[in-house]
C-alpha cells in the first residue's frame, strides 16, 4: 500500500512509523507540515496515496485533503479523550495507565471515528522518554493494527457518539499549571512537574535572577538547603532545594528574546555561567551504593563475570566534556576483572553523537565542533582497541550518526525491538567520523555501507538486524530491556566458548591493523571533517543552527536524497 505520512516534524515517532510500515512491504513517503499546506497538497498529488497518517501533529491537515482521502490520525490519549495536552495531563494526574488511539481526521479536533487503541503503562520517567518508548510501542502497534483494518475493507471504524466511549475534552496545559512552588510543594510533586516537560516546553521559572525554562528532573537524598536555593553542581547539572528535599536540574534554556544569544536546551552550568558563583561541584561516585536515590549519567556496576557501563545523556547528544567522562568511565571498566563489558543498557536513547545545541552555544562553533569530534573519536577508538573481553553495546532506545558508530564499535549489537537507527551524518552536511569508514564496511560490507551512508534514511532494528548492522533483537518492553541484557549478558559470560572468542577477537584487532591502523582511518575521516567545520560556507553551519533553533530548512520532504558529501 502506498503510505503518505504527514508530521510537524520528522521526530523519533515519524521514523519509527515509516521503517515499520515499510518492513512490512508498504511503500512509505513523508511530508513535514511545518512547510504548509502547499507543500502537503503537492504530496499527495505527487504521491497519490491509498492512505494518509498523521504521527506526529500540531496543526490540522488542509480540509480537502481529508475530505479527500482517508486521514488518520495518531492521539497520545484513550478513546474519547481530546485536546493537544493529553501526555501532559495523564502524567500531572498520576494516571498509571494510559493509551494511543488512531482515529480518522475531521473538522472537530480529535473527534474523528476510532480505528485502533491500544493501552500501555505508565513509568515514572520524564515525558519524552515515555514518548520515544511506551508510547512509541503502543503508537506503532495501533496504527499497524489500523492499517491493517483499513485494507480489510469490512472494517467499520467505531464513531465517537457511540455511548459506550466516554468524551472527555483537556485543554492545553500551561506554564501557570506547571509553576514550581519551592516553599509548598513536595519532592515528588516537583519531579513530576518537571518530568512532565523535560523535553518540551520545560517549566518557567527564575535562577540567578533570569527566566529560565527548567529541563528534566531526578532526586537527590542527601544534600538539603533552603527551598529553591541552589546547592551544588554536577556534570552540568544543578541541584536545587525542595520544601523536603532537593532534585537535580540537568538542563534550562533561556527564553526567547531574553537577550541570551543561544535560547535553546543546554546543559545548566553552560547557561548559568559566572551567575553560579562559588556553588561547590558535587560528584557522583562510578559505582554509587543501591540504596542511593541521586542523578549521575554515567553508572558502572559489575554482575558476575559481567561489568555494566550504563550512560544516559539528555536527548542522546554527547559534548566533548561528556566523552570525555564517559572515557574515563570505560577506562576504569577495563581495570575490572570481568570477561564481558555492557555498554549502554539503560532505556531509551543510546548515543546520538556529539553534541550540536553545546556547539552551537559556544564562542567558536568550529574549534567547539572539532574538540567534540575528537573526543568522540577517543571513546570509539578505545573500545575498538579492547582484545582482552568482549564488548556488547546494548541499545534500548535510538542511536544516530557517531553514537551508531559508538556501537559499531563494539563485539555485538543488541536492540531492543522499536530502535530506530540512523547510520549516517549528511544529512547534517557531515562527511562522518568515529571509524564509521572501518566499523561499517566491516559489519556489512562496503556496498551496503555506502548505501547507507548516501540514502542517509532511516533503519529498524529489523533491517539492520538482516543487513548484519546489529547482532540480536530484544523483544521486550522498555522497562525490562535492563534486566533482559543482564541476562543474555551473564549467558554470554559463562558461554563455554568465550575466551576462544577474547583470543579470536585480539587476533583479528592485529590482522586488521597490519592491513591498515586505525589511525589511517581516523586521520583520513578527520582530513574531511576539519575541512567542513573550518569552512564558514560549509552547509553543516546553518543546518547545525537551523536544527538547533527548530527552524525548518530544506526540503519538506525528509526522505529526499541527502547531500552530497564526497571527499
Not at 557522583?284 to 553508572?299: C, K, N, Q, V, Y
Request: proline share 7%; glycine share 8%.
Amino acid at each position: 500500500m502506498d503510505i503518505l505520512l504527514v508530521a510537524s516534524a520528522f521526530n523519533s515517532l515519524c521514523q519509527r512509523m515509516g521503517v515499520e510500515l515499510a518492513d512490512r512491504g508498504h511503500r512509505v513517503d513523508v511530508v513535514l507540515a511545518s512547510h504548509g499546506d502547499d507543500a502537503i497538497r503537492d504530496a499527495v498529488r505527487g504521491f497519490e496515496p491509498e492512505l494518509i497518517i498523521a504521527p506526529m501533529l500540531k496543526t490540522a491537515l488542509p480540509e480537502d485533503v481529508w475530505r479527500e482521502h482517508t486521514c488518520l490520525i495518531v492521539h497520545p490519549g484513550p478513546p474519547g479523550d481530546r485536546g493537544p495536552s493529553s501526555l501532559d495531563w495523564a502524567i500531572a494526574d498520576g494516571a498509571w495507565q494510559w493509551a494511543v488511539t488512531v482515529l480518522q481526521a475531521e473538522r472537530s479536533m480529535d473527534a474523528g471515528d476510532l480505528w485502533a487503541s491500544v493501552p500501555f503503562r505508565m513509568p515514572a520517567v520524564g515525558k519524552s522518554d515515555l514518548y520515544r518508548n511506551e508510547v512509541s510501542d503502543a503508537a506503532t502497534a495501533a496504527v499497524l493494527l489500523a492499517v491493517e483494518r483499513f485494507a480489510d475493507n469490512s472494517f467499520k471504524p467505531q464513531p465517537q457518539t457511540d455511548p459506550s466511549i466516554r468524551v472527555t475534552w483537556r485543554d492545553a496545559f500551561r506554564q501557570e499549571q506547571r509553576r514550581i512552588d519551592w516553599e509548598g510543594d513536595s519532592t515528588e510533586t516537583v519531579l513530576r512537574k518537571l518530568r512532565g516537560a523535560d523535553s518540551q516546553p520545560g517549566v518557567l521559572d527564575e535562577l540567578c535572577g533570569q527566566e529560565l525554562f527548567l529541563h528534566g528532573g531526578h532526586p537527590e537524598d542527601r544534600l538539603r538547603g533552603d527551598p529553591g536555593e541552589l546547592l551544588a553542581t554536577r556534570a552540568g547539572a544543578v541541584c536545587r532545594a525542595t520544601s523536603d528535599g532537593a532534585v537535580w536540574i540537568p538542563e534550562l534554556r533561556p527564553r526567547r528574546g531574553s537577550g541570551d544569544p543561544a535560547p535553546f536546551r543546554r546543559p545548566a552550568t553552560d547557561v548559568l555561567g559566572d551567575r553560579l558563583g562559588r556553588l561547590p561541584e558535587v560528584p557522583a561516585p562510578l559505582e554509587p551504593a543501591a540504596h542511593r536515590r541521586t542523578w549521575t549519567d554515567i553508572r558502572y556496576r559489575h554482575h558476575g563475570d559481567v561489568g555494566f557501563l550504563t550512560f544516559a545523556f539528555p536527548g542522546g547528544a554527547m559534548s566533548t566534556s561528556q566523552c570525555r567522562r564517559l572515557l574515563a568511565a570505560y577506562r576504569y571498566a577495563l581495570t575490572r576483572n570481568t570477561s564481558v563489558l555492557v555498554l549502554g543498557g539503560a532505556r531509551d536513547f543510546f548515543s546520538n553523537g556529539i553534541h550540536l545545541n553545546v556547539i552551537e552555544a559556544a564562542r567558536r562553533p568550529a574549534e567547539e565542533s572539532w574538540a567534540n569530534l575528537n573526543a568522540m573519536n577517543d571513546l570509539v577508538e578505545a573500545v575498538l582497541r579492547t582484545t582482552d573481553r568482549l564488548v556488547v553495546a546494548a541499545l534500548g532506545g535510538n542511536a544516530a550518526a557517531g553514537g551508531v558508530m559508538l556501537a559499531l564499535a563494539a563485539d555485538e549489537v543488541w536492540c531492543r525491538t522499536g530502535t530506530v537507527l540512523n547510520p549516517h551524518y549528511r544529512r547534517m552536511g557531515l562527511y562522518g567520523s568515529e571509524f564509521w569508514t572501518y566499523s561499517l564496511p566491516r559489519r556489512v560490507g562496503p556496498e551496503t555501507a555506502a548505501r547507507l551512508i548516501q540514502e542517509a534514511v532511516p533503519v529498524s532494528a529489523a533491517t539492520a538486524a538482516r543487513l548484519g548492522l546489529i547482532d540480536r533483537t530484544l523483544p521486550v518492553s522498555p522497562s525490562v530491556f535492563p534486566d533482559e541484557v543482564t541476562r543474555l549478558a551473564s549467558e554470554l559470560a559463562d558461554s563455554p566458548g568465550l575466551r576462544d572468542r577474547i583470543d579470536s577477537k585480539a587476533a583479528s584487532r592485529v590482522r586488521d591493523e597490519a592491513r591498515q591502523p586505525l589511525d589511517a582511518y581516523r586521520q583520513a575521516e578527520l582530513a574531511w571533517m576539519h575541512h567542513i567545520f573550518f569552512d564558514r560556507d560549509a552547509p553543516y553551519h546553518a543546518l547545525r543552527s537551523a536544527f538547533v533553533r527548530k527552524q525548518p530548512t530544506g526540503s519538506p520532504r525528509p526522505l529526499d536524497p541527502a547531500l552530497d558529501i564526497t571527499p
